[in-house]
T-cell receptor, first 114, second 112 residues
Framework: EAGVVQSPRYKIIEKKQPVAFWCNPI?????LYWYRQNLGQGPELLIRYENEEAVDDSQLPKDRFSAERLKGVDSTLKIQPAELGDSAVYLC????????????FGSGTQLSVL | DQQVKQNSPSLSVQEGRISILNCDYT??????FLWYKKYPAEGPTFLIS?????DKNEDGRFTVFLNKSAKHLSLHIVPSQPGDSAVYFC???????????FGTGTRLTIIP
């Protein structure tokens, strides 16, 4: 069974440039999450989708971050424009969406903003 | 405001001995707790979980203990093996909400 697939694996950009991350969740998982992990910290939730609906985006900096999950399958997270403080690992996870169901994480995209 | 705290950034344990990783939380609404393990350049992988209605859950070499009155949980690994060397994250959720709040992680090194 394929796991959560993320791309790109690494991204280096200059500040003020746009960047996008892509995630394909495990087949059949209707809940998808985007987390951000800063160096030396634990992952922090940015947004959670139930199918194509964003049910929790309270931690998403909406002035520069946007996300979409068209058709309720794969998802894209975008930053425009990127700032130096956005350098982090962006993790995508998926689950079956039932209470207590464990999350499966992708390998993440490591973003460096110069 | 760190609601889930792992106060030991690193821990070294001799192979074959017991590893004990600790986690404290402040939010009394948390009712489900998980441990995730992370190798370099990989995403976190689920290890073991415990509901607030229990005080212990065991899975092979891994046991998680929950002390609700102290708002403390711990992960015991026995015996420790070199492959256990990784960063371990404690996570918690409230009221069945799937939103996980993670701790800052503890880097475990098993010394052969």
């Amino acid at each position: 069974e394929a796991g959560v697939v993320q791309s790109p694996r690494y991204k280096i950009i200059e500040k003020k440039q746009p960047v996008a991350f892509w995630c394909n969740p495990i087949s059949g998982h209707n809940t998808l999450y985007w987390y951000r992990q800063n160096l030396g910290q634990g992952p922090e939730l940015l947004i959670r989708y139930e199918n194509e609906e964003a049910v929790d985006d309270s931690q998403l900096p909406k002035d520069r971050f946007s996300a979409e999950r068209l058709k309720g399958v794969d998802s894209t997270l975008k930053i425009q424009p990127a700032e130096l403080g956005d350098s982090a690992v962006y993790l995508c996870a998926s689950s079956l969406g039932r209470v207590g169901e464990k999350l499966f994480f992708g390998s993440g995209t490591q973003l460096s903003v110069l | 405001d760190q609601q889930v705290k792992q106060n030991s950034p690193s821990l070294s344990v001799q192979e074959g001995r017991i590893s004990i990783l600790n986690c404290d939380y402040t939010n009394s609404m948390f009712d489900y707790f998980l441990w995730y393990k992370k190798y370099p350049a990989e995403g976190p992988t689920f290890l073991i979980s415990i509901s607030s209605i229990k005080d212990k859950n065991e899975d092979g070499r891994f046991t998680v203990f929950l002390n609700k009155s102290a708002k403390h949980l711990s992960l015991h690994i026995v015996p420790s093996q070199p492959g256990d060397s990784a960063v371990y994250f404690c996570a918690a959720s409230a009221d069945g909400n799937e939103k996980l709040t993670f701790g800052t992680g503890t880097r475990l090194t098993i010394i052969p």
